[in-house]
């Protein structure tokens, strides 16, 4: 490479970001006596909707260890950070005034930032929706969108003059609708399908709502963050392949379509028809506000899946499919579509198939057939079952390959062609697994929870070097 051009020798551009991820639920802990409000992660976590009845309280306490955590992202010398903000500390019911304490404790992870020389990136919505708003209907409801923007507009300016320039309106649309609505393994636990496809509307009308607050306030950069997968038929069977179409349209097309072409696409439309209140919440003028022009896609990757056929199954099966446990993405919530795992198929302890290739897939088809806006990989990450060895390390060998694996995957989608611009990796931090608790630890920190201690694994050390050497050590 000559010293004009605009990548470094690893590959990536000179300017590409360098992160980790985490969200305010997963770390925070309450902090201060009646920090917060009551979000649906409590309640959900109280009424039996998270194994080993853990919850939020306490995570990762990151609201004391702030400073700490800071110093941590320091050493790994990452150039942005990706956070959120917990709305139910900046407005404990959802609405009215300004909670001050807790816009002052965003204040201080900027400044904490800044002074290390690190980028924010302010997630606004991170599935801890005010338990008071989820009582008047949650997202399934469109008052839930006007309040959002409310609180958005609390936020918006103070943390721009902070310097906060890149903004995520929501994280995962499709978590919070389909795996809170409709298949009920996320708060606030609902399985009602016409509830998922409004609450799926709801949450991109937030968003759109969200972008013009964003602008009004001076924002300079705002996104959306998406998780998005490949979907492969496990055979060419027409059952397999109407099958695989279906879930990617409900993984990707329910909200790729209406955030970056301003419809939904119209086999998904067909396929809800007859689900109330389902897209009859749709008013005129929304799909223009959902897809206000943006500054970048985030997309969240983590796993490529192979779909069948539910009535196909068994003759999936005998084709030796399936051979790992069972995927945990529930694509067949009134779609009649299955997720399968490839009989070669490593697995995370999520159960998630380890395809790198997929990343690379899934950049190339979203510049092909969606949009020329710079992409970040917002999320990216891996489940394992790491335990602290006597001589008190942790050597996550395969998360070490796993971050590896997918870096390779990003490079390689750049050298074709795709603007991507950074990348965050999930997590800076062992931290609350929403449904399953602190049973999955996806950090490149181990989090002793008894105490609080933070050990850094070998992951950490490995993404470190990584980061030093700008990409050029993979
Ligand atoms: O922990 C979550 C995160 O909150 C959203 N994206 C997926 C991660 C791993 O499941």
Not at 54 to 68: K, P, Q, S
Not at 180 to 191: K, R, V
Not at 212 to 223: I, K, S
């Amino acid at each position: 490479m000559n010293s004009d051009s605009p990548y470094s020798p690893g590959g990536f551009p000179a300017d590409f970001l360098w992160g980790t991820a985490t969200a305010a639920y997963q770390i925070e802990g309450v902090g201060e006596p009646g920090g917060r409000g009551t979000c649906i992660w409590d309640t959900f976590s109280r009424t039996g909707g998270v194994l080993n009845h853990d919850n939020g309280d306490v995570a990762c306490d990151h609201f004391h260890r702030l400073d700490e955590d800071l110093d941590l992202l320091q050493r790994l010398g990452v150039s942005a950070y990706r956070f959120s903000l917990s709305w139910s500390r900046i407005q404990p019911d959802g609405e009215g005034e300004l909670n001050v304490s807790g816009l002052d404790f965003y204040r201080r992870v900027v400044a904490g930032l800044h002074e290390r020389d690190i980028i924010p990136l302010a997630t606004l919505y991170h599935w801890d929706l005010p338990q008071a708003l989820e009582d008047r209907g949650g997202w399934s409801s469109r008052e839930v969108a006007e309040r959002y923007a409310d609180y958005v507009d609390l936020v918006a300016a103070p943390l721009v003059a902070e310097g906060v320039d890149k903004w995520i309106t929501i994280n995962e649309p499709w978590c919070v609708s389909w795996l809170g609505y409709g298949a009920g393994i996320h708060a606030p636990g609902h399985h009602d399908v016409g509830r998922a496809v409004a609450a799926n509307h709801h949450v991109l009308l937030a968003h759109g709502l969200g972008v013009d607050v964003l602008r009004a306030a001076g924002a300079p950069e705002v996104g959306i963050t998406l998780n998005l997968s490949v979907f492969t038929p496990a055979t060419d069977d027409p059952a397999d392949v109407a099958a695989a179409a279906r879930a990617r349209g409900n993984l990707n097309g329910l909200f790729l379509d209406p955030v970056l072409r301003g419809s939904y696409p119209a086999d998904m439309v067909e396929h809800y028809a007859g689900r109330s209140p389902g897209f009859d919440v749709v008013q005129s003028g929304d799909l223009e506000i959902i897809s206000r022009p943006l500054d970048f896609l985030g997309v969240n990757y983590y796993s490529a899946n192979v779909i069948c056929d539910p009535a196909r199954i068994g003759e999936v099966r005998a084709l030796g499919y399936n051979a790992g446990p069972p995927s945990t993405n529930p694509f067949d919530v009134d779609l009649a579509a299955v997720a399968v795992g490839a009989p070669t198929d490593q697995t995370t302890l999520m159960g998630w198939p380890v395809q790198p290739v997929g990343l690379t897939d899934l950049l190339v088809s979203l510049r092909d057939e969606y949009t020329d806006l710079p992409i970040l990989i917002t999320e990216n990450g891996a489940a394992y079952a790491d335990y602290v060895d006597p001589s008190g390390k942790v050597h996550d060998v395969e998360r070490v390959a796993y971050i590896d694996q997918h870096l390779v995957a990003v490079r390689d989608a750049i050298a074709k062609g795709v603007n991507v611009k950074g990348y965050f990796l999930w997590s800076l931090l062992d931290n609350f697994e929403w449904a399953l608790g602190y049973s999955r630890r996806f950090g490149i920190v181990w989090v002793d929870y008894p105490t609080g201690n933070r050990v850094p694994k070998d992951s950490y050390e490995r993404y470190r070097e990584v980061i030093a050497s700008k990409g050029a050590l993979l």
